[in-house]
């Protein structure tokens, strides 16, 4: 099935007979459990208790709702943009869990509590779900496991580890606002290495603005900003029809890039054909004090120094191991 392009998405219930979208065409996020819910507690009892009175204790509980976890929001909202396109489905969240079936109902059970539209998932009874990633079509694999997203990103798929505890989730709030760092997240860490190995900022400015005009290679989020573009194309077009129309969805790039390195960002951008809703280039600023005006409910970025910043706050935060400055943790 060919994919639809933004001018067909904007016509959800017209335009043609589409049949939902085959997994192949979706974007498709892969969860772990301990990514979309809060399982200190069961966590607590498989180290102190063992694995025996872990089984028990999630079968005794297996009819009380888990709490959210960090993804929770960015997941929730992700989901709900298929209201948009009735009969098609374009979006799925799939889990992968080091479960069993048996304790994993309770996992199960707590997505329905919330009304999460997750039918697919893989138990794998403490084995790595890593390989299970590119079966499933996933354009990123969410986890707390940070040993599992390591693994992930060594065999080359887009995966990040969900940091710190959820926020006050604004339930009313329907629209989802994702934030990413730009170099070793959607582009790769060809200019990383530049500052990694003189630690010197001119001799990376002078570098960036001589090759301003050279689009960066992909890095590992590339796909899933992609894919998330479509729908913001979608969502922008319909503002332009609509009045009154309110946005569903806004990407935010946040960067410790800054003038004169900006303009090879842009211009990545635009070889893309990619557009988003903001930008900030902060040459040192703390990114905390952006996202915590932005609130976003999903931040992305390779570097723990900012990542703990925000994640401190509670804004939901998510590392990826990449690159460079990541080479003596993966």
Do not use: C
Request: proline share 6%; hydrophobic share 40%; no cysteine.
């Amino acid at each position: 099935m060919r994919r639809l392009t933004p001018l067909e998405l904007s016509h959800p219930t017209g335009g043609g007979n589409y049949m939902p979208f085959e997994i192949k065409d979706k974007l498709v996020i892969a969860v772990a459990s301990s990514a979309l819910f809060d399982l200190s507690e069961s966590d607590k009892v498989f180290k102190e208790r063992g694995y025996d009175n872990y089984r028990k204790y999630q079968r005794q509980k297996q009819n009380v709702p888990l709490k959210p976890g960090v993804a929770f929001p960015f997941v929730r909202r992700l989901l709900s943009i298929n209201k948009r396109f009735p009969g098609r489905q374009p979006i799925e969240v799939v889990l992968l869990s080091k479960n069993d079936p048996d304790t994993g109902l309770r996992v199960f059970n707590s997505m329905h509590h919330y009304n999460l539209e997750i039918i697919r998932a893989g138990f794998l009874n403490g084995k790595s779900p890593i390989k299970y990633i590119p079966a499933f079509n996933a354009s990123l694999f969410l986890s707390a496991s940070a040993e599992d997203v390591k693994e992930a990103i060594k065999a080359g798929y887009p995966a990040g580890t969900v940091l710190g505890s959820a926020f006050e989730d604004d339930m009313t709030d329907d629209e989802l606002r994702i934030a990413f760092d730009f170099d070793g997240v959607l582009v790769d860490d060809e200019a990383e290495k530049v500052f990694q190995e003189s630690h010197d900022i001119d001799q990376f400015h002078e570098s960036e603005s001589r090759q301003a005009d050279k689009p960066l290679d992909p890095g590992p989020l590339f796909k899933l900003f992609k894919q998330l573009s479509v729908f913001q194309k979608f969502d922008r077009l319909q503002e332009r029809r609509i009045k009154g129309y309110k946005r569903f969805l806004r990407i935010a790039i946040v960067t410790a890039r800054s003038a004169p390195a900006h303009e090879r960002a842009i211009n990545t951008l635009r070889k893309w054909k990619m557009h988003i809703d903001e930008a900030f280039f902060l040459g040192g600023i703390e990114k905390r004090r952006i996202l915590e005006v932005m609130h976003p409910h999903i931040f992305f970025d390779d570097q723990m120094v900012h990542l703990k910043s925000a994640s401190g706050k509670s804004i939901p935060s998510v590392h990826i191991p990449f690159g460079v400055t990541n080479l003596d943790k993966v």
